[in-house]
């Protein structure tokens, strides 16, 4: 049985490769042993699996990952906006790891330590709002569009989506107490509509919101949100 040190330093083994192979997506093996100073045929063997780095170099590889790569830069690249304004994040999802590191490094100074549960919605945003609550290793709680079961006792939130059209999304109660501190995740934030609805279905549990983090939002937040809570935007588009 590993003692809890010697879980995170493997851990930590595991994700440098896991960091290698995204990145090899990107850079040549030439260009990455000129970023980390480790030979090109030692990066392969990394990157195919066929060899784990030690505890000393997989410390030194995500360390020169911070000082070195712009990851922002990186992930940036993966979003396309469509001519009709749509802004389309899935690439993302191609680089978990690197985007879990940048998020850790984003949000360990810029959200309360007290959050216990992180609410997101069944949508494309339920990916990031996994990866969040995995960095803080806490809870997630889902909002869906649909009721689950009829024994199952909901909160209920209308979300306007045209002047005709009218939709409607479901928080179970006993997932969500009183005096709960949360933090709201969605991939993008184009009206903010949905934010808006899952801010209101948070508050009725009583709950208090510590903020809201969103992967991609226009440049100009709603005002009538700003006002409501903190927004961290990881990318402005």
Same mark, same amino acid.
């Not at 069944?122 to 969040?132: D, E, H, R």
């Not at 909160?155 to 306007?160: D, I, Q, S």
């Given at each position: 049985?590993?003692?809890?040190?010697?879980?995170?330093?493997?851990?930590?083994? /595991?994700? #440098?490769?896991?960091?290698? %192979?995204?990145?090899?997506?990107?850079?040549?093996?030439?260009?990455?042993?000129?970023?980390?100073?480790? %030979?090109? #045929?030692? /990066?392969?063997?990394?990157?195919?699996?066929?060899?784990?780095?030690?505890?000393?170099?997989?410390?030194?590889?995500?360390?020169?990952?911070?000082? !070195?790569?712009?990851?922002? %830069?990186?992930?940036?690249?993966?979003? !396309?906006?469509?001519?009709?304004?749509?802004?389309?994040? #899935?690439?993302?999802?191609?680089?978990?790891?690197?985007?879990? /590191?940048?998020? +850790? /490094?984003?949000?360990?100074?810029?959200?309360?330590?007290?959050?216990?549960?992180?609410?997101?919605?069944?949508?494309?945003?339920?990916?990031?709002?996994?990866?969040?609550?995995?960095?803080?290793?806490?809870?997630?709680?889902?909002?869906?569009?649909?009721?689950?079961?009829?024994?199952?006792?909901?909160?209920?939130?209308?979300?306007?989506?045209?002047? #005709?059209?009218? +939709? +409607?999304?479901?928080?179970?109660?006993?997932?969500?107490?009183?005096?709960?501190?949360?933090?709201?995740?969605?991939?993008?934030?184009?009206?903010?509509?949905?934010?808006?609805?899952?801010?209101?279905?948070?508050?009725?549990?009583?709950?208090?919101?510590?903020?809201?983090?969103?992967?991609? +939002?226009?440049?100009?937040?709603?005002?009538?949100?700003?006002?409501?809570? %903190?927004?961290?935007?990881?990318?402005?588009?």
């Amino acid at each position: 049985m590993f003692s809890q040190n010697k879980e995170d330093n493997l851990r930590r083994r /595991l994700i #440098s490769i896991e960091l290698l %192979q995204e990145l090899k997506t990107i850079y040549t093996y030439k260009e990455l042993s000129e970023i980390f100073n480790v %030979q090109e #045929s030692l /990066l392969c063997r990394y990157v195919n699996g066929n060899r784990i780095p030690s505890e000393k170099q997989a410390a030194e590889i995500i360390t020169k990952i911070k000082e !070195k790569i712009t990851m922002s %830069q990186i992930l940036r690249n993966q979003i !396309k906006v469509f001519d009709d304004g749509f802004i389309d994040v #899935s690439n993302l999802l191609f680089f978990p790891t690197l985007l879990k /590191l940048h998020l +850790s /490094l984003t949000l360990g100074v810029k959200i309360n330590d007290n959050i216990n549960k992180i609410v997101g919605i069944a949508s494309n945003g339920l990916p990031f709002a996994t990866i969040v609550a995995s960095i803080y290793d806490i809870p997630l709680i889902i909002a869906k569009k649909h009721k689950d079961s009829t024994f199952l006792r909901y909160l209920e939130e209308n979300v306007k989506e045209s002047n #005709s059209v009218v +939709s +409607s999304i479901y928080l179970r109660e006993d997932l969500i107490k009183k005096n709960d501190k949360v933090v709201l995740v969605d991939d993008v934030l184009r009206s903010g509509k949905t934010l808006t609805a899952l801010y209101n279905l948070a508050s009725r549990a009583g709950a208090k919101i510590l903020g809201a983090i969103i992967i991609a +939002s226009g440049h100009k937040l709603p005002p009538e949100l700003e006002n409501k809570f %903190q927004i961290i935007t990881l990318f402005r588009i």
